[in-house]
């Protein structure tokens, strides 16, 4: 399998925020991870996407939910690119098919769910969650 490069800050954000039943804005996650994005520039705002989706991607690929479903704009939503990437990336995982599921927020809803539910599951966490240094 091919690796996939991941930010841990990131993604223990986002894990923490799942256990939480959570989601956070795109730039409250840059912040709270410490990231370190300046969102000025718009190459390191397609790289911090490009981050999330990575994370999302490697979660997926170890047949985890993706954790870039709980980083939603301020109005709790996200673009059609960002669900029909969601959607391919959750494809074959899920069994999706355009004859029952529409890219909207309904879909949108039940990723996020789907984080939460398997985030608070205490094994789960324990086993693939954030280390401890």
């Known amino acids: 399998m091919e690796e996939i490069y991941v930010n841990r800050e990131i993604r223990?954000?986002?894990i923490k925020l799942a256990v939480?039943?959570?989601t956070i804005t795109y730039s409250r996650?840059?912040?709270d991870s410490n990231a370190g994005y300046n969102y000025r520039d718009a190459d390191e705002r397609d790289?911090?996407?490009?981050?999330?989706e990575a994370i999302?991607?490697?979660e997926v690929k170890n047949g985890r939910p993706p954790l870039g479903s709980?980083?939603?704009f301020k109005s709790g939503s996200v673009t059609k690119s960002i669900l029909e990437?969601?959607?391919t990336m959750c494809?074959?995982?899920y069994d999706l098919s355009s004859e029952n599921t529409k890219l909207n927020s309904k879909f949108l809803k039940d990723l996020q769910a789907k984080c939460h539910a398997y985030w608070t599951v205490s094994d789960n966490y324990n086993e693939f969650g954030p280390r401890k240094m």
């Open 12 to 14: 223990e954000t986002l």
């Open 20 to 22: 939480q039943n959570r």
């Open 29 to 31: 996650l840059n912040t």
């Open 47 to 52: 790289s911090f996407t490009e981050d999330i």
């Open 56 to 58: 999302s991607m490697s």
């Open 70 to 72: 709980l980083v939603v």
């Open 85 to 87: 990437s969601l959607y």
């Open 91 to 93: 494809e074959k995982f």
